[in-house]
């Protein structure tokens, strides 16, 4: 993991781009790409506040869950 205090991480120029796992839909999760070892995530009605930092190995466990129904 090369970023070892992620409360250092500057996000304010950060490209936010609604996830393709959201869907149609009009409120959604939104990711910002350009962070080799993690995932920035944040609520589209909350752009202000607080972002969610997930290593991308646990995202994509998370992501492929989910397409495996595994959260019925």
């Given at each position: ?37 993690l995932?920035p ?24 869950n ?7």
């Amino acid at each position: 993991m090369r970023h070892t205090d992620w409360r250092a991480l500057d996000l304010d120029n950060a490209v936010w781009r609604k996830s393709t796992y959201s869907g149609h839909q009009s409120d959604c999760v939104q990711v910002a790409d350009g962070f080799p070892d993690l995932i920035p995530l944040r609520d589209s009605k909350a752009p202000g506040g607080p972002t969610l930092l997930v290593p991308t190995d646990a995202w994509g466990d998370f992501i492929r869950n989910v397409k495996d129904e595994r959260f019925g």
